[in-house]
């Protein structure tokens, strides 16, 4: 996941926590729109076909953690899943025993959940849970997030962490069906403790121009919804739920700059 959140990661780190962690080298959901992709392709520290191949960063899980103040995000520029879980799960345990707040942003695989709200239960306190869900149709999700769980699969993760008692929050960034944000909303709020955050595809055209076209239709038909009319409605359909903060790309068009709760410590 990229703080461009999973997967804004970078925009996501800056407005969600004081500093992220990240203990990997690419992410096998290989969204389409990744942030963290892009900047590696950009430097040219991978290519397209490395990218869904993740290496794991040995000198990050025998890295010593030590306390700092805030929340710490992590991960940013990859994501927690089945082949990578044993090294975000030794990372989040030095994490938090130095006792540290951690915001865990991921697309959520049922099997690295289970895992993680036992492993991680004596420190249930220090963790705020936050899964990225921004569509609901399955062929739309395997256009844009071709190797991360379903819908289906998402919500159940988040599910299990809620009834489990742990702080639940879910970044609907980027919000990839926006003509289906409310059913989206209904579906997941019952399963939120903390937030439901609202973000837009950021850059979508240069982020995807290594896989799509730039007339791919559902290219088109997303950049036709996120323009800043169709952002001011959704605001104003949702502005009244207190569930519901605003990313940066949100309020920069609706023109609000109030702080937001972010992480468990704000
Ligand atoms: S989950 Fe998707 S957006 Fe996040 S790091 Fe992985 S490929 Fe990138």
């Not at 993740?54 to 991960?75: D, I, S």
């Not at 799960?89 to 099997?111: D, F, Q, Y």
């Not at 991680?120 to 869900?133: C, D, N, P, S, V």
């Not at 609202?198 to 240069?206: D, E, P, V």
């Amino acid at each position: 996941m990229t703080t461009k959140s999973t997967c804004e990661a970078v925009t996501g780190t800056k407005e969600w926590a004081d500093r992220n962690v990240n203990c990997c080298r690419g992410c096998s959901h290989d969204c389409v729109y990744c942030y963290a992709r892009s900047m590696a392709l950009r430097f040219k520290r991978t290519t397209p076909l490395e990218w869904p191949k993740e290496v794991v960063l040995e000198h990050e899980l025998v890295k010593k953690r030590r306390y700092e103040r805030g929340t710490t995000m992590f991960p940013t520029t990859h994501d927690i899943t089945p082949g990578n879980l044993q090294a975000c799960e030794m990372v989040l345990k030095n994490l938090l025993g130095a006792g540290n707040k951690v915001l865990i942003v991921s697309k959520p695989h049922r099997v690295c959940v289970q895992a993680l709200i036992q492993s991680l239960a004596e420190w249930k306190g220090q963790i705020l849970f936050r899964f990225t869900i921004g569509v609901i149709d399955e062929d739309l999700r395997k256009l844009w997030e071709p190797g991360a769980p379903d819908f289906a699969e998402r919500l159940d993760s988040l599910r299990l962490a809620y009834e489990a008692g742990y702080e639940t929050s879910v970044s609907i960034e980027p919000l990839l069906e926006p003509w289906n944000v409310h059913s989206l909303i209904r579906n997941l709020r019952p399963l939120v403790t903390h937030s439901i955050w609202i973000g837009k595809a950021n850059q979508l055209r240069q982020r995807t121009s290594w896989k799509l076209p730039a007339d791919h239709p559902e290219l088109v038909r997303l950049l036709s919804w996120q323009t800043d009319d169709r952002i001011r409605e959704i605001y104003e359909n949702l502005h009244d739920d207190p569930l519901v903060k605003w990313k940066d790309s949100y309020k920069e068009v609706i023109g609000i700059d109030r702080p937001q709760k972010a992480g468990l410590d704000v």
